[in-house]
């Protein structure tokens, strides 16, 4: 079924906007928002950052935010951080796994409820402690904006150059409690505040949206799209966006894993060679571990496509 997209806007929301633009003097957009570096290869460390490898321009972290003191600068640096093009990791429409007391001491209005009551869960059993945000309704889209602009402003203040709102398929999860109109409602405020402030957005996942015209509705730079190859959703966001705008993530398993809908084997990356034989020498595709994690840590995985 496809949804009209809903842009509702408060009195709120536009003066945190304002207040957003002239505290950064871009009253005005300034310069083009600037797009991921054309050459160079992507890493993917949302999951613990370390150093990239030499040929890599492209890499996306979490910037680890205090939710206490969203505007505090955190996280770590590398040597090369300031050659690189930065992508700013955000869970725009779930919460992280462990701030489950945060939101629920200070805004469990923002956070979806079931019919008894409870916070609705990531069905995922990696990711079951993510609650679902609340974006129903216009009041409740703007109160989340609030607090996200400083989470965006963050970003800004550590170097990144681009956002990537995660979850916005949040809506298939909800038990039919949000619709994808609520969350493109949602995404189209987000995407016009991180554009205030110089910043790209990255649509990431949620590929049918730019057959309906969603994506260039709401006004996505760039995709990221995990496991296409799985879900053979590659073409579109190619086509939409230009071979040098797209970052493929495909996924290695420590068990055998059917979250995608095909089941991958433990340690198999069969379906990252196919991706690299098909569009290799056109995108950037990298493979990691499913939770991203450090290169420190035990089990670490990373590779490319080779020329």
Known sequence: MHYPLIHARSSVFVSAIAACALALHTTDVVAQIPLPTPTGEFDYQIGGRYEPAEDVSVVSRDPKIDLSQPLKIRGSTTPRDQDLYRICYLNALQTQDDDYDWWMDNHPELILMDDDGEPVHDPDPEWAGEMLFDVST??????????????????????????????????????????????????????????????????????????????????????????????????????????????????????????????????????????????????????????????????????????
């Open 138 to 307: 216009p009041e409740k889209r703007a109160q989340l904006l609030l607090l996200q602009g400083d989470w965006i402003t963050n970003c800004k203040r550590q170097g990144y150059r681009t956002i990537e709102p995660d979850n916005i398929d949040s809506y298939t999860r909800s038990q039919g409690r949000l619709s994808a109109a609520d969350v493109q409602a949602y995404m189209l405020d987000f995407v016009e505040a991180a554009h205030l402030q110089n910043l790209a957005v990255a649509q990431k996942n949620a590929v049918e949206w730019i057959a309906e015209g969603r994506a260039s509705a709401i006004g996505f730079d760039f995709a990221i799209v995990e496991e296409c190859q799985l879900t053979r959703e590659c073409e579109a966001p190619i086509l939409h966006y230009g071979a040098e705008n797209v970052f493929e993530i495909e996924y290695w398993y420590d068990e055998e894993d059917d979250s995608s809908g095909v089941t991958i084997p433990a340690h198999s990356r069969e379906h990252f060679d196919e991706a690299c034989y098909e569009r290799g020498d056109s995108i950037r595709i990298v493979i990691r571990n499913r939770d991203a994690r450090a290169s420190d840590e035990y089990g670490w995985y990373r590779d490319i496509c080779e020329d």
